[in-house]
């Protein structure tokens, strides 16, 4: 088994298993490769899988820049009972006994409503801040509290499979979207109790599960298994700076160009990639450099 021991910087697409937190996938990743300086992009249920983007060294820097990614699930969601979590892991609140569920396609047309921008209200047992708190920790104490809701994107949401209590689906949809809460919505648009049963990550932004590594790939590939961190940018577009103001860009002084205003590019100079910047008023400043 390969261990890497030397500092190196990039990015892992790790497939998290169930059963794992996002900050227990960080812990391990930091024992692999000899370094605290480790990060994950887009928190994980621990009850969920898939892919978990994690930044390892100078990619650290970058974590910000795959905040806003969209992000794609299978998720199948179990009617008949709800949960005060809005998953298996939480309490029964609510059943519902002999019940059928629409057809197929009256069943799509119902998911089909919850497509575009629309008001979501996260689980209480999630990572919001309440009053600077974590609202789990206030849920686990049993204190009454709400937590506000929130404009969201939906891209997608595509029905793959159904049987008599539960419907798998695919969903598509932008930064903040807690999929747990759309199970949540989704029954109660069909007068049914219902709970996010299983939940897989599928993509998040670049990083698709397809191409994701295991904990043990990791630890066998070692340092290898690093993606560059400018191609797990190249969502961001590329801005070519030349060369002679290289020392300018990474000092933080501005370079005068005539260019619309941008708000995060990757800045090369000679093939080589030198971090992101922004553009302002026609002119170009480092907003992280490598």
Request: charged share 25%.
């Amino acid at each position: 088994m390969h261990w890497a021991s030397a500092m190196t910087d990039g990015f892992l697409n790790l497939n998290k298993p169930a059963g794992l937190t996002s900050h227990d996938a960080v812990n391990i990743v930091r024992k692999i490769f000899s370094t605290r300086k480790v990060g994950h992009a887009g928190t994980l249920d621990p009850a969920a899988q898939g892919v978990l983007p994690v930044a390892v060294g100078r990619a650290t820097k970058f974590i910000e820049f795959l905040a806003d990614s969209d992000k794609s699930y299978r998720a199948e969601i179990l009617f008949g009972i709800a949960t005060d979590s809005g998953d298996l892991d939480g309490e029964i609140i609510a059943r519902a006994e002999n019940f059928t569920l629409p057809p197929r396609d009256d069943l799509q047309a119902v998911a089909d409503g919850f497509v575009g921008e629309i008001e979501q209200r996260p689980p209480k047992f999630s990572a919001i801040k309440i009053h600077g708190r974590k609202a789990y920790d206030l849920a686990r104490k049993n204190l009454d509290f709400d937590v506000p809701s929130r404009r969201v994107k939906i891209f997608r949401v595509e029905l793959v499979a159904l049987n008599e209590t539960s419907a798998t689906f695919d969903v598509d949809c932008g930064k903040g979207t807690y999929i747990r809460s759309l199970a949540v919505d989704l029954g109660e648009r069909l007068n049914l109790p219902a709970t996010l049963k299983n939940l897989v990550r599928l993509r998040v932004g670049n990083f698709t599960l397809r191409d994701a590594l295991t904990v043990d790939d990791a630890k066998k590939i070692g340092a290898d298994c690093l993606l560059p961190i400018e191609f797990c940018l190249r969502h961001l577009p590329r801005f070519e700076l030349p060369e002679h103001r290289i020392r300018a860009f990474l000092n933080g002084l501005p370079t005068t160009l005539r260019a619309a205003d941008a708000q995060a590019l990757r800045i090369f100079a000679g093939g080589k990639f030198l971090g992101v910047g922004r553009i302002e008023r026609g002119e170009l400043r480092s907003s992280k450099i490598i």
